[in-house]
């Protein structure tokens, strides 16, 4: 049972839940296609929307129903009270509580977390009644006092990421349902059993995405309920938004634990389920082996003295393991797996110090004629197809001249072209928010 002088820190802590919204896609190919990402059709704000027009809970067995969200969330009925897994975002928590209620209105015995960020911890307070157990893995306290202190910074990376707005998004509604109705009474370390109404659960503890995460195993079922531990996509080993270090060999080991289970229904917390262990074995069998892959031609790289920028541009996944890159991306992975192992300081002198390259970009502006000179530089790498690099030019331009009309509409023109290209979701939020703010910059 978690201790009674942790829940005056916790009420607090709670209330940063869901601004650790992760930026996480859904699994199912019905639901996300790359190309009108490609192609500009979807903004990534959307993806906070999906399941709002969902008509009736998901029947997965005779037990298990599921309502699809950002986040979705699962209930298990069963003849002495219900079990609910995972409880999507604020926003969504009422749609789903009615659709799942309009199968089973029997108490909520047990709520449990799959992990602790805001689009599965969203919908704790509406769902919990007085004698209902929440649980949760016991790392969620210190991973949600992390989320608190930071917090200001996590909402304004979620905010720029998904392009919603800080005072009406979703996860601006927690402090609504935060405090002791969130609060978590019951936690555990390796496994925690217990068994309602004749079924049998079986919590396990299986870090990846976060520290504190969970499987949920029901084993007359052969179900796992696995949260965040798979997608249909690269995973996030490192998120823009920026979150501690993501062990690759954790996600590698928590996979394998769930494997020796056989299971019959995957069920993730973003996405369809899978069913049937031959395509369960395929599908995270492949997602395992392209994370080690990633893992060890990263840990190669660096035990041969390759520098971080160039394992980021060289390391690709053979045609066998080529998850896609609609969610992760390999070379951010790359570069979280590096620093997460050695740190931010390459072994060079000039990066011991407390000042930038940035602070030297006026100086090669100046050098280089001034910034018209960069803009039309920039502009003919940009046509050249090194959007990149013609980024990396004007962002030299723009620091020498912030407040030059060429330089701010040769930036846009280039952000533009990335976003055009672009087929991952976190990408393109970045790339939405460059533009808005460049064209802010450029309004009279």
């Not at 023109?413 to 991952?424: D, E, F, P």
Request: hydrophobic share 40%; proline share 5%; charged share 20%.
């Amino acid at each position: 049972m978690i201790d009674s002088n942790l829940k005056g820190r916790m009420t607090l802590i709670l209330l940063a839940a869901a601004m650790s919204i992760p930026l996480s896609l859904p699994s199912s190919a019905d639901s996300y296609e790359p190309e009108a990402l490609k192609s500009g059709r979807v903004d990534p704000s959307l993806h906070l929307q999906q399941g709002s027009d969902q008509l009736a809970a998901q029947k997965i067995n005779d037990v298990i129903y599921k309502a699809t969200g950002f986040g979705n969330t699962f209930m298990v009925v069963t003849n002495e009270g219900n079990v609910i897994i995972d409880t999507s975002l604020p926003a969504m928590a009422p749609k789903h509580k009615q659709l799942l209620t309009a199968v089973s209105d029997e108490a909520v015995h047990s709520i449990i977390i799959t992990h602790g960020h805001g689009d599965h911890t969203g919908g704790v307070a509406l769902w919990r009644e007085p004698k209902t157990q929440v649980i949760a893995q016991q790392n969620m306290v210190e991973f949600l006092n992390y989320q608190k202190r930071l917090g200001k910074l996590f909402m304004q990376r979620n905010s720029a990421q998904f392009g919603f707005d800080l005072v009406t998004s979703p996860a601006s509604t927690t402090s609504q349902s935060a405090g002791v109705n969130m609060l978590p009474n019951t936690l555990f370390d390796r496994r925690l059993d217990f068994t309602l109404g004749g079924e049998q659960f079986e919590i396990l503890h299986t870090p990846a995405e976060t520290y504190d995460a969970l499987t949920v195993w029901m084993p007359e079922y052969k179900a796992a309920f696995v949260g965040d531990l798979f997608y249909r996509s690269f995973p996030n080993i490192y998120t823009l938004r920026g979150t501690k270090p993501r062990w690759a060999l954790d996600y590698i080991e928590s996979i394998n634990r769930v494997l020796a289970l056989q299971p019959e229904i995957l069920l993730p917390s973003h996405g369809e389920p899978i069913m049937g262990n031959d395509n369960i074995r395929r599908e995270m069998i492949r997602y395992r082996d392209a994370i080690q892959y990633v893992h060890d031609q990263t840990v190669l790289g660096m035990n041969q003295g390759r520098d971080v920028f160039s394992l980021m541009r060289e390391i690709k996944l053979p045609a066998e393991l080529d998850v896609g890159e609609a969610y992760g991306w390999v070379s951010w992975s790359v570069r979280g797996i590096y620093e997460g192992y050695m740190g931010w300081f390459d072994g060079d002198p000039v990066n011991m110090y407390a000042q930038s390259p940035q602070s030297i970009y006026a100086d090669l502006v100046q050098l280089a004629g001034g910034a018209e000179k960069v803009v039309a530089l920039a502009e003919e790498t940009l046509h050249r197809g090194d959007a990149v690099k013609a980024l990396l030019l004007i962002e030299a331009a723009l620091d020498a001249e912030p407040n030059n009309p060429a330089v701010q509409a040769m930036r846009l023109q280039i952000l533009t072209a990335l976003r055009k290209a672009s087929g991952n979701l976190n990408e393109s939020g970045w790339l939405n928010h460059g533009i808005k703010h460049t064209k802010r910059q450029m309004a009279p």
